[in-house]
Protein backbone atom coordinates (compact mmCIF):
# COMPACT_ATOMS: atom_id res chain seq x y z
CA UNK A 1 0.00 0.00 0.00
CA UNK A 2 1.52 3.68 -1.01
CA UNK A 3 0.68 6.39 1.70
CA UNK A 4 1.38 9.75 0.54
CA UNK A 5 3.86 11.42 3.19
CA UNK A 6 1.69 14.30 4.09
CA UNK A 7 -0.94 11.96 5.15
CA UNK A 8 1.59 10.26 7.38
CA UNK A 9 2.94 13.32 8.65
CA UNK A 10 -0.65 14.98 8.99
CA UNK A 11 -2.59 12.16 10.65
CA UNK A 12 0.36 10.11 12.50
CA UNK A 13 -0.48 12.51 15.88
CA UNK A 14 -1.48 11.04 19.46
CA UNK A 15 -5.23 9.80 19.27
CA UNK A 16 -6.84 7.11 22.00
CA UNK A 17 -7.01 3.37 20.94
CA UNK A 18 -10.54 3.76 21.88
CA UNK A 19 -10.34 -0.05 23.24
CA UNK A 20 -13.10 1.52 25.12
CA UNK A 21 -15.47 4.97 25.30
CA UNK A 22 -15.18 6.40 27.25
CA UNK A 23 -11.52 5.38 27.47
CA UNK A 24 -9.41 4.42 30.94
CA UNK A 25 -7.92 7.61 31.73
CA UNK A 26 -11.63 9.00 32.52
CA UNK A 27 -12.24 5.95 35.12
CA UNK A 28 -12.50 7.47 38.55
CA UNK A 29 -13.17 6.69 42.53
CA UNK A 30 -16.58 6.96 42.16
CA UNK A 31 -17.68 3.26 41.08
CA UNK A 32 -17.04 1.47 44.54
CA UNK A 33 -16.54 -2.88 45.34
CA UNK A 34 -19.60 -2.03 47.62
CA UNK A 35 -21.85 -1.12 44.26
CA UNK A 36 -20.38 -4.04 42.26
CA UNK A 37 -23.10 -6.46 43.45
CA UNK A 38 -25.67 -4.51 42.18
CA UNK A 39 -23.79 -3.20 38.74
CA UNK A 40 -23.52 -7.23 38.18
CA UNK A 41 -27.63 -7.94 39.10
CA UNK A 42 -28.72 -5.20 36.72
CA UNK A 43 -26.47 -6.12 33.79
CA UNK A 44 -28.40 -9.38 34.17
CA UNK A 45 -31.30 -7.59 32.21
CA UNK A 46 -29.08 -6.30 29.32
CA UNK A 47 -29.05 -7.60 25.91
CA UNK A 48 -26.94 -9.90 24.49
CA UNK A 49 -27.30 -12.69 27.48
CA UNK A 50 -24.37 -14.15 26.48
CA UNK A 51 -21.12 -12.82 28.36
CA UNK A 52 -17.30 -13.03 28.36
CA UNK A 53 -14.56 -12.97 31.28
CA UNK A 54 -11.35 -12.28 31.43
CA UNK A 55 -8.86 -13.28 33.72
CA UNK A 56 -5.62 -11.30 34.71
CA UNK A 57 -2.34 -13.27 35.86
CA UNK A 58 0.00 -10.19 36.08
CA UNK A 59 3.26 -12.10 36.58
CA UNK A 60 6.21 -12.73 34.05
CA UNK A 61 9.58 -14.34 34.35
CA UNK A 62 11.43 -10.81 33.59
CA UNK A 63 10.12 -7.83 32.62
CA UNK A 64 10.58 -7.04 28.78
CA UNK A 65 11.84 -3.29 28.25
CA UNK A 66 8.77 -3.01 25.78
CA UNK A 67 5.94 -3.81 27.83
CA UNK A 68 3.13 -1.61 28.37
CA UNK A 69 1.15 -4.16 30.07
CA UNK A 70 0.12 -4.85 33.61
CA UNK A 71 2.78 -6.97 34.39
CA UNK A 72 4.95 -7.67 37.45
CA UNK A 73 7.90 -10.81 37.95
CA UNK A 74 7.19 -13.32 39.74
CA UNK A 75 8.90 -13.26 42.86
CA UNK A 76 7.43 -16.71 44.95
CA UNK A 77 5.16 -19.76 44.62
CA UNK A 78 3.62 -18.41 47.76
CA UNK A 79 2.60 -15.23 46.17
CA UNK A 80 1.24 -17.20 43.11
CA UNK A 81 -0.88 -19.13 45.47
CA UNK A 82 -2.43 -16.53 47.71
CA UNK A 83 -3.63 -14.59 44.22
CA UNK A 84 -4.84 -17.22 42.11
CA UNK A 85 -6.68 -18.40 45.97
CA UNK A 86 -8.49 -14.68 45.78
CA UNK A 87 -8.75 -15.09 42.46
CA UNK A 88 -10.95 -18.04 42.95
CA UNK A 89 -12.50 -16.14 45.85
CA UNK A 90 -13.26 -13.39 43.09
CA UNK A 91 -14.99 -15.73 40.95
CA UNK A 92 -17.44 -17.31 43.57
CA UNK A 93 -18.49 -13.72 45.06
CA UNK A 94 -19.36 -12.39 41.34
CA UNK A 95 -21.08 -15.83 41.08
CA UNK A 96 -23.87 -15.09 43.61
CA UNK A 97 -24.90 -11.81 41.46
CA UNK A 98 -24.73 -12.74 37.82
CA UNK A 99 -27.35 -14.63 36.54
CA UNK A 100 -26.58 -18.80 36.23
CA UNK A 101 -28.85 -19.33 33.07
CA UNK A 102 -26.79 -16.51 31.28
CA UNK A 103 -24.10 -18.72 28.89
CA UNK A 104 -20.77 -17.96 29.51
CA UNK A 105 -19.30 -17.89 25.72
CA UNK A 106 -15.50 -16.63 25.58
CA UNK A 107 -12.93 -17.24 28.85
CA UNK A 108 -9.76 -15.20 28.39
CA UNK A 109 -6.85 -15.48 30.10
CA UNK A 110 -4.08 -12.63 29.33
CA UNK A 111 -1.34 -10.94 31.29
CA UNK A 112 1.35 -10.50 32.30
CA UNK A 113 2.12 -14.25 31.03
CA UNK A 114 -0.62 -16.34 32.11
CA UNK A 115 1.61 -19.41 31.52
CA UNK A 116 4.35 -18.18 34.05
CA UNK A 117 2.17 -19.86 36.70
CA UNK A 118 1.47 -23.79 36.72
CA UNK A 119 -1.00 -25.29 34.20
CA UNK A 120 -2.56 -27.10 36.81
CA UNK A 121 -3.91 -23.51 38.48
CA UNK A 122 -5.21 -22.06 35.04
CA UNK A 123 -7.00 -25.83 35.07
CA UNK A 124 -8.75 -25.24 38.90
CA UNK A 125 -9.82 -21.73 37.74
CA UNK A 126 -11.29 -23.62 34.11
CA UNK A 127 -12.81 -26.13 36.75
CA UNK A 128 -14.23 -23.67 39.41
CA UNK A 129 -15.73 -21.24 36.20
CA UNK A 130 -17.42 -24.31 34.92
CA UNK A 131 -18.61 -25.44 38.44
CA UNK A 132 -20.23 -21.59 38.93
CA UNK A 133 -21.60 -20.69 35.63
CA UNK A 134 -23.18 -22.26 32.74
CA UNK A 135 -20.31 -22.46 30.16
CA UNK A 136 -21.38 -23.04 26.99
CA UNK A 137 -20.07 -26.23 24.64
CA UNK A 138 -18.81 -24.00 22.14
CA UNK A 139 -17.12 -21.12 24.18
CA UNK A 140 -13.93 -19.87 23.07
CA UNK A 141 -11.06 -20.45 26.03
CA UNK A 142 -8.42 -18.39 24.85
CA UNK A 143 -4.70 -17.75 26.50
CA UNK A 144 -1.88 -15.08 25.84
CA UNK A 145 1.26 -17.09 26.38
CA UNK A 146 5.44 -16.49 26.22
CA UNK A 147 6.29 -19.73 24.10
CA UNK A 148 10.01 -19.02 26.00
CA UNK A 149 8.41 -21.09 28.96
CA UNK A 150 6.27 -23.51 26.87
CA UNK A 151 6.30 -27.00 26.65
CA UNK A 152 4.11 -30.10 25.47
CA UNK A 153 3.01 -31.07 28.58
CA UNK A 154 2.22 -27.65 29.33
CA UNK A 155 0.00 -27.07 26.52
CA UNK A 156 -1.46 -30.84 26.84
CA UNK A 157 -3.12 -29.51 30.39
CA UNK A 158 -4.51 -26.56 28.64
CA UNK A 159 -6.11 -27.97 25.22
CA UNK A 160 -7.37 -30.96 28.27
CA UNK A 161 -9.20 -28.45 30.44
CA UNK A 162 -10.71 -27.24 27.12
CA UNK A 163 -8.53 -24.21 25.93
CA UNK A 164 -8.55 -23.62 22.43
CA UNK A 165 -7.23 -20.17 21.32
CA UNK A 166 -3.61 -19.63 21.87
CA UNK A 167 -1.90 -16.57 21.48
CA UNK A 168 1.56 -17.10 20.97
CA UNK A 169 3.90 -13.98 21.77
CA UNK A 170 6.59 -13.97 19.14
CA UNK A 171 7.38 -10.48 18.88
CA UNK A 172 9.92 -10.61 16.21
CA UNK A 173 12.05 -13.79 15.19
CA UNK A 174 14.95 -12.22 14.72
CA UNK A 175 17.41 -13.18 17.92
CA UNK A 176 19.23 -9.61 18.23
CA UNK A 177 15.98 -8.18 18.26
CA UNK A 178 14.83 -10.05 21.44
CA UNK A 179 18.29 -9.71 23.05
CA UNK A 180 17.75 -6.05 22.72
CA UNK A 181 14.25 -6.03 24.33
CA UNK A 182 15.22 -8.44 27.54
CA UNK A 183 13.47 -11.35 25.85
CA UNK A 184 13.87 -14.99 25.30
CA UNK A 185 12.90 -16.57 22.27
CA UNK A 186 10.52 -19.80 22.03
CA UNK A 187 11.66 -22.82 24.06
CA UNK A 188 10.35 -25.51 21.21
CA UNK A 189 10.07 -23.96 17.48
CA UNK A 190 6.96 -22.47 16.81
CA UNK A 191 5.90 -25.06 14.31
CA UNK A 192 6.25 -27.84 16.60
CA UNK A 193 3.80 -25.52 19.23
CA UNK A 194 1.76 -24.95 15.99
CA UNK A 195 1.91 -28.66 15.55
CA UNK A 196 0.99 -30.09 18.92
CA UNK A 197 -2.07 -27.92 19.62
CA UNK A 198 -3.87 -28.91 15.91
CA UNK A 199 -3.05 -32.06 16.75
CA UNK A 200 -4.92 -32.29 19.91
CA UNK A 201 -7.58 -30.09 18.93
CA UNK A 202 -8.22 -29.69 14.90
CA UNK A 203 -10.64 -26.99 15.73
CA UNK A 204 -8.59 -25.44 17.75
CA UNK A 205 -6.81 -21.64 17.00
CA UNK A 206 -3.26 -19.99 16.85
CA UNK A 207 -2.79 -16.27 16.89
CA UNK A 208 0.76 -14.82 16.94
CA UNK A 209 1.52 -11.44 18.39
CA UNK A 210 4.12 -9.10 17.09
CA UNK A 211 5.80 -5.91 17.69
CA UNK A 212 7.01 -3.20 14.85
CA UNK A 213 9.22 -0.24 16.08
CA UNK A 214 11.67 -2.09 18.38
CA UNK A 215 15.73 -1.71 18.62
CA UNK A 216 17.18 -3.44 15.94
CA UNK A 217 14.37 -3.70 13.64
CA UNK A 218 13.72 -2.08 10.68
CA UNK A 219 11.95 -2.43 6.51
CA UNK A 220 14.09 -5.44 5.77
CA UNK A 221 13.60 -6.81 9.52
CA UNK A 222 10.11 -6.83 9.79
CA UNK A 223 9.06 -8.04 6.43
CA UNK A 224 11.87 -11.53 6.55
CA UNK A 225 9.81 -11.66 9.92
CA UNK A 226 6.79 -11.37 8.46
CA UNK A 227 7.59 -13.99 6.17
CA UNK A 228 8.60 -16.61 8.56
CA UNK A 229 4.98 -16.26 10.20
CA UNK A 230 3.36 -16.59 7.06
CA UNK A 231 5.33 -19.95 6.78
CA UNK A 232 4.02 -21.22 9.88
CA UNK A 233 0.04 -20.41 8.07
CA UNK A 234 -1.30 -18.85 11.66
CA UNK A 235 -4.88 -18.27 12.20
CA UNK A 236 -4.51 -15.02 13.06
CA UNK A 237 -1.41 -12.62 13.42
CA UNK A 238 -1.56 -9.45 15.00
CA UNK A 239 0.98 -6.81 14.64
CA UNK A 240 1.21 -3.87 17.45
CA UNK A 241 2.80 -0.94 16.79
CA UNK A 242 4.97 -0.22 19.74
CA UNK A 243 3.41 2.22 22.33
CA UNK A 244 6.30 4.04 24.03
CA UNK A 245 4.64 5.41 26.75
CA UNK A 246 7.91 6.10 28.93
CA UNK A 247 6.22 8.33 31.63
CA UNK A 248 3.74 5.64 32.15
CA UNK A 249 5.91 2.58 32.03
CA UNK A 250 10.12 3.69 33.27
CA UNK A 251 11.75 0.40 31.58
CA UNK A 252 10.75 1.54 28.31
CA UNK A 253 13.35 4.55 28.53
CA UNK A 254 15.98 1.80 28.28
CA UNK A 255 14.87 1.40 24.17
CA UNK A 256 15.44 5.31 24.03
CA UNK A 257 19.34 4.44 24.65
CA UNK A 258 19.53 1.27 22.46
CA UNK A 259 18.00 3.43 19.47
CA UNK A 260 14.09 3.08 18.29
CA UNK A 261 13.62 3.42 14.92
CA UNK A 262 11.83 6.65 13.42
CA UNK A 263 8.61 7.66 12.28
CA UNK A 264 9.63 7.02 8.79
CA UNK A 265 10.91 4.00 9.15
CA UNK A 266 8.10 2.60 11.48
CA UNK A 267 5.74 3.60 9.05
CA UNK A 268 7.82 1.46 6.26
CA UNK A 269 7.66 -1.34 8.38
CA UNK A 270 4.32 -1.46 9.04
CA UNK A 271 3.15 -0.85 5.23
CA UNK A 272 5.70 -3.52 4.45
CA UNK A 273 4.10 -5.96 7.07
CA UNK A 274 1.01 -5.15 5.25
CA UNK A 275 1.58 -5.54 1.94
CA UNK A 276 3.18 -9.48 2.86
CA UNK A 277 0.50 -10.55 4.80
CA UNK A 278 -2.02 -8.92 2.31
CA UNK A 279 -0.51 -10.55 -0.50
CA UNK A 280 -0.35 -14.14 1.37
CA UNK A 281 -3.82 -13.73 1.20
CA UNK A 282 -4.89 -12.38 5.14
CA UNK A 283 -7.35 -9.99 5.52
CA UNK A 284 -7.22 -7.32 7.49
CA UNK A 285 -9.07 -6.42 10.24
CA UNK A 286 -9.24 -3.59 12.03
CA UNK A 287 -5.38 -1.31 12.09
CA UNK A 288 -3.76 -4.46 13.45
CA UNK A 289 -4.68 -8.09 13.12
CA UNK A 290 -4.38 -10.24 10.28
CA UNK A 291 -7.14 -13.28 9.97
CA UNK A 292 -7.54 -16.42 7.13
CA UNK A 293 -10.69 -15.54 4.85
CA UNK A 294 -12.57 -18.26 6.30
CA UNK A 295 -12.01 -16.75 10.11
CA UNK A 296 -15.41 -15.77 12.01
CA UNK A 297 -13.39 -11.86 12.18
CA UNK A 298 -13.63 -11.36 8.44
CA UNK A 299 -16.63 -12.87 8.01
CA UNK A 300 -18.38 -10.53 11.01
CA UNK A 301 -16.23 -7.82 9.19
CA UNK A 302 -18.41 -8.57 5.90
CA UNK A 303 -21.95 -8.93 7.76
CA UNK A 304 -20.95 -5.57 9.58
CA UNK A 305 -21.02 -7.73 12.55
CA UNK A 306 -17.10 -7.18 13.97
CA UNK A 307 -16.99 -5.89 17.54
CA UNK A 308 -14.91 -5.03 20.10
CA UNK A 309 -13.84 -4.87 23.79
CA UNK A 310 -10.41 -4.69 25.54
CA UNK A 311 -9.27 -8.20 24.47
CA UNK A 312 -9.36 -7.40 20.94
CA UNK A 313 -11.69 -7.76 18.01
CA UNK A 314 -14.62 -10.03 18.58
CA UNK A 315 -18.14 -10.43 16.88
CA UNK A 316 -21.55 -9.44 18.41
CA UNK A 317 -22.82 -12.83 17.94
CA UNK A 318 -20.50 -14.19 20.46
CA UNK A 319 -19.11 -11.45 22.48
CA UNK A 320 -21.77 -9.31 25.22
CA UNK A 321 -20.76 -8.19 28.29
CA UNK A 322 -17.21 -8.75 30.01
CA UNK A 323 -16.51 -9.40 33.58
CA UNK A 324 -13.30 -9.45 34.61
CA UNK A 325 -11.24 -11.06 37.34
CA UNK A 326 -7.72 -10.74 38.72
CA UNK A 327 -5.76 -7.29 39.18
CA UNK A 328 -5.89 -4.40 36.94
CA UNK A 329 -8.71 -5.96 35.37
CA UNK A 330 -11.60 -3.84 34.01
CA UNK A 331 -15.52 -5.54 33.39
CA UNK A 332 -16.74 -3.87 30.70
CA UNK A 333 -20.69 -3.26 31.33
CA UNK A 334 -23.87 -1.97 29.15
CA UNK A 335 -23.53 1.08 31.40
CA UNK A 336 -20.10 0.67 33.46
CA UNK A 337 -16.86 0.18 33.44
CA UNK A 338 -14.98 -1.19 36.86
CA UNK A 339 -11.30 -1.82 37.19
CA UNK A 340 -9.70 -3.52 39.79
CA UNK A 341 -6.88 -2.14 42.17
CA UNK A 342 -3.33 -2.67 40.86
CA UNK A 343 -2.04 -4.24 43.94
CA UNK A 344 -1.99 -7.53 44.30
CA UNK A 345 -1.30 -7.08 48.53
CA UNK A 346 -4.63 -5.03 48.53
CA UNK A 347 -6.54 -7.49 45.72
CA UNK A 348 -5.66 -10.59 48.32
CA UNK A 349 -6.57 -8.70 51.13
CA UNK A 350 -10.04 -7.25 50.02
CA UNK A 351 -11.04 -10.71 48.92
CA UNK A 352 -9.84 -12.10 52.02
CA UNK A 353 -12.20 -10.02 53.66
CA UNK A 354 -15.24 -10.99 51.61
CA UNK A 355 -15.18 -7.81 49.48
CA UNK A 356 -14.75 -7.36 45.63
CA UNK A 357 -11.80 -5.39 44.97
CA UNK A 358 -12.68 -2.53 42.80
CA UNK A 359 -10.45 0.71 42.31
CA UNK A 360 -12.13 2.79 40.18
CA UNK A 361 -14.17 3.30 36.95
CA UNK A 362 -17.44 5.41 35.38
CA UNK A 363 -20.63 5.02 35.18
CA UNK A 364 -21.47 5.36 31.04
CA UNK A 365 -23.99 8.34 30.65
CA UNK A 366 -26.86 7.88 27.51
CA UNK A 367 -24.44 10.29 25.56
CA UNK A 368 -21.58 8.47 26.16
CA UNK A 369 -23.44 4.98 24.92
CA UNK A 370 -24.05 7.04 21.79
CA UNK A 371 -20.41 8.28 21.11
CA UNK A 372 -18.83 4.84 21.67
CA UNK A 373 -21.56 3.14 19.67
CA UNK A 374 -19.95 5.47 16.68
CA UNK A 375 -16.99 4.95 17.32
CA UNK A 376 -17.35 0.89 18.05
CA UNK A 377 -19.14 0.92 14.29
CA UNK A 378 -16.30 3.06 12.86
CA UNK A 379 -13.29 1.11 14.45
CA UNK A 380 -14.84 -2.29 13.50
CA UNK A 381 -16.79 -2.02 10.28
CA UNK A 382 -15.31 0.84 8.95
CA UNK A 383 -18.24 2.79 8.08
CA UNK A 384 -21.47 4.87 9.50
CA UNK A 385 -25.11 5.01 8.87
CA UNK A 386 -26.45 7.48 11.17
CA UNK A 387 -29.97 5.91 10.30
CA UNK A 388 -28.92 2.31 11.80
CA UNK A 389 -27.47 4.21 15.02
CA UNK A 390 -30.33 6.02 15.66
CA UNK A 391 -32.69 2.71 15.11
CA UNK A 392 -30.21 0.34 17.13
CA UNK A 393 -30.22 3.33 20.41
CA UNK A 394 -33.67 4.60 19.75
CA UNK A 395 -32.49 8.03 19.69
CA UNK A 396 -33.69 10.32 17.00
CA UNK A 397 -31.54 11.53 14.58
CA UNK A 398 -31.21 15.83 15.23
CA UNK A 399 -30.84 14.48 18.98
CA UNK A 400 -28.32 11.69 17.60
CA UNK A 401 -26.29 14.48 15.71
CA UNK A 402 -26.67 17.10 18.44
CA UNK A 403 -24.52 14.59 20.97
CA UNK A 404 -21.69 13.93 18.42
CA UNK A 405 -21.18 17.47 17.43
CA UNK A 406 -19.04 16.38 14.58
CA UNK A 407 -16.89 19.04 12.48
CA UNK A 408 -18.14 19.00 9.31
CA UNK A 409 -15.27 21.29 7.56
CA UNK A 410 -12.79 18.22 9.07
CA UNK A 411 -14.83 15.60 7.38
CA UNK A 412 -14.47 17.55 4.52
CA UNK A 413 -11.15 17.87 5.08
CA UNK A 414 -10.39 13.95 5.42
CA UNK A 415 -12.31 13.01 2.25
CA UNK A 416 -10.45 15.62 0.27
CA UNK A 417 -7.48 13.18 1.68
CA UNK A 418 -8.71 10.24 0.97
CA UNK A 419 -9.43 8.90 3.93
CA UNK A 420 -13.43 8.21 3.77
CA UNK A 421 -16.43 9.28 1.66
CA UNK A 422 -19.29 11.14 2.92
CA UNK A 423 -22.66 9.24 1.97
CA UNK A 424 -26.72 10.20 1.78
CA UNK A 425 -26.39 8.71 5.39
CA UNK A 426 -23.53 8.65 6.75
CA UNK A 427 -19.75 7.95 5.78
CA UNK A 428 -17.69 4.85 4.51
CA UNK A 429 -13.89 4.91 5.34
CA UNK A 430 -11.44 3.91 1.94
CA UNK A 431 -8.71 1.64 2.72
CA UNK A 432 -6.25 4.51 3.24
CA UNK A 433 -8.41 5.63 5.72
CA UNK A 434 -8.20 2.17 7.80
CA UNK A 435 -4.95 3.35 8.52
CA UNK A 436 -6.36 6.39 10.47
CA UNK A 437 -9.19 5.28 12.08
CA UNK A 438 -8.26 6.34 15.15
CA UNK A 439 -8.53 9.61 13.86
CA UNK A 440 -11.36 9.48 12.50
CA UNK A 441 -13.18 7.81 15.65
CA UNK A 442 -11.80 10.96 17.50
CA UNK A 443 -13.24 13.25 15.24
CA UNK A 444 -16.81 12.17 17.19
CA UNK A 445 -14.96 12.00 20.49
CA UNK A 446 -15.66 15.49 22.22
CA UNK A 447 -13.62 13.78 25.21
CA UNK A 448 -10.38 14.09 22.80
CA UNK A 449 -10.75 17.29 21.70
CA UNK A 450 -9.28 18.05 25.21
CA UNK A 451 -6.50 16.09 25.92
CA UNK A 452 -5.16 15.59 22.72
CA UNK A 453 -1.59 14.93 23.68
CA UNK A 454 -1.81 11.92 26.24
CA UNK A 455 -2.16 9.41 23.66
CA UNK A 456 0.56 7.16 21.59
CA UNK A 457 0.61 7.64 18.06
CA UNK A 458 -2.00 6.34 15.24
CA UNK A 459 0.60 4.00 13.37
C1 LIG B 1 0.00 -8.93 27.69
S1 LIG B 1 1.06 -9.41 26.43
C2 LIG B 1 0.84 -11.11 26.76
C3 LIG B 1 1.74 -12.06 26.07
C4 LIG B 1 2.94 -12.63 26.79
N1 LIG B 1 3.18 -12.04 28.07
C5 LIG B 1 4.13 -12.37 25.90
O1 LIG B 1 4.84 -11.42 26.16
O2 LIG B 1 4.31 -13.13 24.96
C6 LIG B 1 0.10 -9.18 24.96
C7 LIG B 1 0.81 -8.51 23.80
O3 LIG B 1 0.91 -7.12 24.01
C8 LIG B 1 1.89 -6.62 23.12
N2 LIG B 1 2.58 -5.49 23.75
C9 LIG B 1 3.15 -5.43 24.96
N3 LIG B 1 3.68 -4.21 25.18
C10 LIG B 1 3.43 -3.46 24.09
C11 LIG B 1 3.72 -2.11 23.71
N4 LIG B 1 4.37 -1.28 24.51
N5 LIG B 1 3.29 -1.69 22.51
C12 LIG B 1 2.61 -2.51 21.68
N6 LIG B 1 2.33 -3.79 21.98
C13 LIG B 1 2.72 -4.26 23.17
C14 LIG B 1 2.83 -7.78 22.84
O4 LIG B 1 2.84 -8.05 21.45
C15 LIG B 1 2.23 -8.93 23.59
O5 LIG B 1 2.30 -10.14 22.88
S1 LIG C 1 5.53 -8.54 26.96
FE1 LIG C 1 4.64 -10.29 27.98
S2 LIG C 1 6.37 -11.37 28.92
FE2 LIG C 1 7.10 -9.38 28.36
S3 LIG C 1 6.85 -8.21 30.25
FE3 LIG C 1 5.04 -7.83 28.99
S4 LIG C 1 3.55 -9.27 29.66
FE4 LIG C 1 5.54 -9.97 30.45
New binding site residues.
Given amino acids: MNIAPYLLEKYNVPVPRYTSYPPANHFDEQVTGGEMPELIRSSNNWAPDHIGFYIHIPF?RKI?F????N?CTLKSTGEVTQYTEALKQEIRLVAKALNRSRKVTQIHF????PNSIPAEMLEEIVRLIRLEFSVSEAAEIAI????AYLDEAYLETLLGVGFNRF???I?DFDPQVLRNVN?EPSKLPVEQLIAMVKKENDQAAVNL???YGLPGQDKTTFVRTMEQAIALQPDRL?T??????PWL?KH?QILEKKGLPGPAEKTAMFLSGYDALVSAGYKPIGLDHFVKPQDDLFQALENKQLHRNFQGYCTRKTTGQVYAFGITAISQLEKAYIQNTKSIDTYVEQLSQGNLPVEKGIRVSAEQVVIREVITRLMCNRELDWNLVSGELQVDLPELKGILNDDPKQLAEMEADGLLHRTEHGLTVTETGSLFIRNIAALFDPAYRQQVNKYSKSL
Fill in positions: CCYCGCAGGGTETNPSFGQRDFIVFSYAHVKQ
